[in-house]
């Protein structure tokens, strides 16, 4: 997973691939794991996962994760970020249930789905470190519903190491 979410990042980030800055490993926290990486003379940190199961009609899909990102300069924290692996259904919303709680409300652009705003942002990390288990579900460009299941083993590991860096 290690080698993914970093070219992941790299790939999802024009500033940092110019800039030819590589990641730095915090740790590995059960199935997730945390990284640092200088964007300038700014601290971002980031945790990601990929899901252990991950399901659909497809005959073809890229990379699928979960990332949190902390970027203290910007006073921006909690950031949550899905990748499909395939582009979203134009004006899709991404339905995420952890436990008996759901997000109904997540908004799509091309493979990623975010939280509309800050509040959600810090109720689905706090769901995040309360549960086991993370589903997520979204539709394609082609109309294939998908369901991707994270394990949440390691979530508040990683999450105090992104945030200790991070502060």
Known sequence: MKKYVILFLVALTPSL??????PTELGVYG????????????????????????????????????????????????????????????????????GTTSFHNLFTNGDNAWAPDISTDKKLVDAMKRGERMIVEGTSSRGTKTKDTYSLSGFSGAYRAITAKCK
């Open 17 to 22: 691939a110019c800039a030819g800055a590589v």
């Open 31 to 98: 199935d997730w794991t945390a990284y640092t990486y200088k964007e300038g003379k700014n601290t971002i940190c980031y945790m990601a996962s990929t899901p252990k199961k991950d399901e659909g009609n497809y005959k073809k899909r890229g990379d699928i994760y979960a990332v949190v990102t902390h970027r203290p300069a910007d006073k921006s924290f909690n950031v949550v970020n899905f990748v499909a692996g395939y582009d979203y259904k134009k004006g899709s919303n991404v339905v995420v249930k952890i």
